[in-house]
């Protein structure tokens, strides 16, 4: 065998074998909060008309916080922080201690915002304290 195609196969092979045993190279489902949000980042799913939003923020593997934020009621934008229970995955049914509840899809490119913003996420409500149905798909986006 030619000395020179031995080592440069070796030299292709072991970029990625490292690859696969590296630790962190890249970043598992088992690493984010419910398969969904990485932690340190949040999906926010903003509604309109009324105007509120739901955020979901990843604190560490396995610790997720919920933020209803209200501001449709009153006179000033009233952000409420709470648990968040996730009862399955893709899509995502969550429930929150607010309690808001719904699920979101992932829809790569497959949800437009009325500032016609393309997103990757679909939320779809079923429950929000001081909203009755019927509710309406909306928007999420990671930050």
């Known amino acids: 065998m030619n000395v020179l195609a031995s080592f440069s196969r070796f030299f292709i092979a072991l970029p990625t074998a490292a690859m696969l ?74 429930e929150t201690s607010h309690p808001v509840t719904g699920s979101i899809a992932y829809t790569p490119g497959g949800c437009t915002d009325e500032g016609d913003n393309v997103h990757d996420f679909t939320f779809t409500p079923t429950g929000a304290p001081g909203l009755s149905p019927p509710f309406f798909p909306f928007c999420c986006r990671m930050e």
């Open 21 to 94: 045993i590296a630790p962190g190279h890249v970043q598992s489902a088992d690493l984010l909060c419910a398969g969904l949000v990485p932690p340190g980042q949040k999906i926010i799913c903003a509604g309109f008309e009324p105007n509120w939003a739901i955020e979901l923020a990843c604190e560490g593997p396995g610790d997720m916080l919920g933020n209803f934020i209200d501001a449709f009621s009153g006179g000033t934008i009233q952000q409420t922080t709470g648990t968040v229970t996730i009862l399955s995955q893709n899509p995502w049914q969550f």
